[in-house]
């Protein structure tokens, strides 16, 4: 059948590639709610494009620029770039519909109050890709599947985006992508128009035709987009979250011997803390030195130590209600933090215990 068959009103199977949307037989629905936006030639170019999300963790911890070269080094053609100024649930939730069932027996609805807490804070970048034709046989978004990585980055391994560009945790791992084509084009509509979804199929299909000018002026837009999104460069892997909550009660403790004792180990805290390092790297030196500092707690009368401070130097014990220790201590001291602090620290410990 074309494209443009209007007589079974299926999606064509060309569009449609091993993803949930597929499996739950969802690509009829979708189908319907994309073809009246596009010819039959531009449909056809979704094969080759693939949307994707760089999330609000990738832009505050400035790691969007990791990503972005990881693509480019990839030979991927950037179509298409918009900020989105301000998520709101209705995005999340359409974003993620098909993880969000129980008709997917790998649902997302456990944590869904957690990680929907990721778009409300702050902007994110909606991007489209070209991804030229390789010769190994695998398609455009099995292969930005490849390079993008497991949810999970410490499960990643060094080449994936992920894994290079030190996402946080299952939740905060920097960028989401398109399964399928037809989602590539379901998913690209939440955020963006009709008109910026065939503007870039127009932009592929002048780059696959060789001209010079389609690639460069959608890296203008981009540079334009991130302006707007005013990047930062704030660490959000747990070993670094923890490095400041830990100094941060330790500055509270009223022991003088306490604070002799454990200066050089904070001092090689903060060096861990600056290093650009992979997570797992990061995580494994912060454990080594919390079995120091725990050697030092020992030899420390129990009134000169805190319980918490004794808690927060056994990572190996580290669970999702750690958080809430840390956050009523904090209050209780006067000591702020902000949302990105308590999201980390809530994601963080969360997927910690559950890979624990």
Not at 186 to 199: A, K, W
Not at 266 to 292: G, H, M, P
Request: charged residues 30%; contains cysteine; glycine residues 8%.
């Amino acid at each position: 059948m074309t494209l443009t068959d209007e007589r079974t009103g299926a999606c064509p199977e060309e569009l449609l590639e091993d993803s949930y949307l597929a499996r739950l037989g969802d690509g009829e629905t979708v189908w319907a709610s994309v073809r009246g936006h596009l010819s039959e030639a531009q449909a056809t170019r979704l094969k080759e494009c693939v949307f994707i999300m760089l999330k609000p963790d990738a832009i505050e911890s400035g790691r969007h620029e990791a990503v972005l070269a990881g693509m480019k080094a990839a030979g991927w053609q950037l179509l298409h770039a918009h900020t989105v100024l301000s998520f709101g649930p209705r995005h999340f939730e359409d974003l993620y519909k098909y993880n969000l069932t129980v008709r997917n027996e790998h649902n997302m609805m456990g944590v869904w109050w957690l990680n929907g807490r990721l778009y409300a804070m702050g902007p994110g970048v909606a991007l489209m890709f070209r991804i030229p034709p390789a010769a190994a046989g695998r398609t455009a978004h099995q292969r930005v599947k490849d390079l993008k990585g497991v949810s999970d980055p410490f499960a990643g391994s060094p080449g994936e985006l992920r894994w290079e560009a030190r996402g946080s945790n299952t939740a905060l791992n920097l960028l989401h992508a398109a399964d399928d084509p037809i989602s590539t084009a379901r998913e690209f509509l939440i955020f963006g128009t009709p008109d910026q979804l065939r503007r870039a199929l127009l932009r592929a299909e002048a780059i696959a035709s060789g001209d010079p000018g389609a690639g460069p002026s959608a890296e203008a837009e981009l540079r334009e987009q991130l302006f707007l999104t005013q990047p930062g460069r704030r660490s959000l892997d747990l070993a670094s979250v923890m490095i400041r909550m830990k100094s941060r009660i330790r500055a509270g403790e009223p022991s003088a011997d306490l604070w002799r004792e454990t200066e050089r180990t904070y001092a090689t805290y903060r060096e861990i803390a600056d290093q650009e390092t992979n997570i797992v790297n990061r995580w494994s030196r912060f454990c080594a030195l919390n079995a120091k500092e725990r050697q030092v707690l020992d030899r420390l009368r129990r009134e000169e130590v805190s319980p918490l401070m004794r808690r927060l130097a056994a990572p190996e014990d580290y669970d999702f209600e750690l958080s809430v220790e840390i956050r009523a201590e904090c209050a209780r001291r006067g000591v702020t933090l902000d949302a990105w602090e308590t999201l980390a620290l809530d994601t963080g410990l969360y997927y910690h215990e559950e890979r624990s």
